[in-house]
């Protein structure tokens, strides 16, 4: 004789618990991105790396993938990054993702990231210009490395032509002498330092103070003798 029983039963999902291993950071680059250390961006599946999961049985093939991405791309300390989780869809329904403990679908957050300001050293090209009793320096140039410039571009397509800094407003220069920090504007013939005014400012008002700090620098000039002709 045998016998035959059937009963119900249930298989509960098994919990997963998210850990993110540490706090993102990076210097602003006018995206949302997260990037490591060398400033690069993560993406595919090294964002996996991001985070720690407690609970896989790894033995029926379960994978995951990341996405991760800054609420805001503004400069700051406390920055929010918004993390997506997804267990691949023929696991999916097996387990229940967890973070701090709660259930969490998958869509969890941090708030401990950080985004610096972006240094950005600002140089002039070598100017020149004949003898003409003025100091003024007319020839007004700001340049950026090609990488700030490709960040300054996003936030300022229309300042931004290659790596040069074009139609900024309310900024003067002068050739003369610099001694002991002190620069002195100084009209005559000779070799000069070339100082320029405003060029922070109006690139703070362009692109922004809060995002940026910029490190304008003394350039190089010559006012060569003015050319006499006897008559």
């Known amino acids: 004789t045998s016998f035959e029983t059937k009963g ?6 098994k919990d997963v618990n998210v850990t993110v291993k540490s706090p993102l950071s990076k210097t602003y680059d006018a995206t ?7 400033g690069n961006p993560i993406m595919g599946s090294a964002l996996n790396n991001l985070l720690t999961l407690t609970g896989l049985t790894g033995n029926d093939g379960a994978t995951y993938t990341t996405t991760a991405v800054y609420a805001d791309k503004n400069a700051g300390t406390g920055k929010t990054v918004n993390y997506t989780l997804n267990i691949d869809g023929a696991n999916a329904g097996n ?3 967890k973070y701090n403990g709660a259930d969490n679908n998958g869509n969890f957050s941090t708030t401990n990231n950080t985004i610096t300001k972006r240094n950005v050293d600002v140089n002039f090209d070598h100017v020149s210009k004949d003898y003409d009793s003025k100091a003024t320096n007319t020839t007004i140039a700001p340049k950026v490395s090609a990488a700030d410039a490709a960040v300054l571009g996003q936030d300022s397509a229309g ?31 000779g070799d000069k330092t070339v100082r320029y005014q405003g060029v922070g400012t109006a690139m703070g008002t362009v692109f922004g103070t809060n995002n940026y700090d ?4 003394d350039g190089t000039g010559r006012i060569n003798r ?3 002709n006897a008559g």
């Open 32 to 38: 949302t991105a997260v990037k490591d250390a060398g």
């Open 226 to 228: 003015a050319k006499i």
């Open 8 to 13: 119900d039963g249930v298989i509960t999902k």
């Open 95 to 97: 387990y229940n993702l």
């Open 214 to 217: 910029f490190n304008v620098k």
């Open 159 to 189: 300042n931004v032509s290659g790596t040069n800094i074009t139609n900024l407003t309310g900024v003067t220069s002068a050739y003369g002498t610099l001694s002991g920090g002190t620069f002195t504007p100084d009209a005559n013939a």
